[in-house]
């Protein structure tokens, strides 16, 4: 990886308005409705990030340490340090890109994040939660640019289980996703308390729904 491709900013997560259904209970305007998803352009983009840090240190270990002690990392796309063993990440340390500004900090395994840990992404927005093969994968939290907040369930990189997801507006969603979607029943509470919204989504498109 080039020098400074760390720093590269990530595109504003934004969310366009999730699409009202055919029908419904209530006179609801699309701007009351929580926020949707735009998937596909954010997991490219996502991708295309994480895949500059998937494995960033394949130079052998520099300075003083032994396996299983703590040592230094050195690449041309930044430095490791941390817990090594046979000249890779093993155990508890920090990433830091070339530019020295700290990229993940956390648990790794022969290489690779996994366990729990904290990456820190260049656009400003933050996930700190489970891991496994570099990738988000089990519990966490993703606090997103545009000041949105999801927490629950990952499997392979992508939002897939029960979850809570927080508006920049203090709405919130719970319910289930699916592959990055939300999908099956969910509910949005509206920060003001003026109604509750329950709902059917099916790849993240709201079908039905009703107010309370």
Do not use: I
């Amino acid at each position: 990886m080039a020098p400074g491709a760390a720093q590269q900013e990530r595109p504003s997560l934004r969310y366009k308005d999730v699409d009202l259904p055919v029908s419904y209970v209530g006179a609801l305007a699309p701007a009351d409705l929580l926020y949707g998803h735009t998937s596909r352009q954010r997991q490219h983009a996502e991708q295309r990030l994480l895949l500059k840090f998937r494995w960033p240190l394949q130079s052998p270990l520099t300075g003083p340490a032994r396996a299983g002690k703590h040592g230094l990392l050195l690449s041309d796309a930044g430095k490791y340090e941390g817990d090594v063993l046979a000249g890779k990440p093993h155990g508890f340390g920090r990433y830091y890109s070339d530019g020295s500004r700290l990229l993940y900090e956390g648990n790794w395994v022969k290489g690779a994040r996994e366990g729990s840990g904290t990456f820190y992404y260049p656009s400003g927005e933050v996930y700190s939660g489970q891991w496994r093969m570099n990738k988000r994968h089990g519990l966490g939290a993703m606090a997103y640019r545009c000041g949105d907040k999801y927490e629950g369930h990952w499997q392979q990189d992508r939002r897939h289980g029960q979850a809570q997801y927080v508006s920049q507006t203090g709405d919130v969603f719970e319910g289930n996703y699916k592959n990055d979607l939300r999908e099956g029943p969910g509910t949005v509470q509206k920060s003001d308390g003026r109604y509750t919204f329950h709902g059917v989504w099916t790849a993240g498109r709201l079908l039905t729904g009703e107010v309370f």
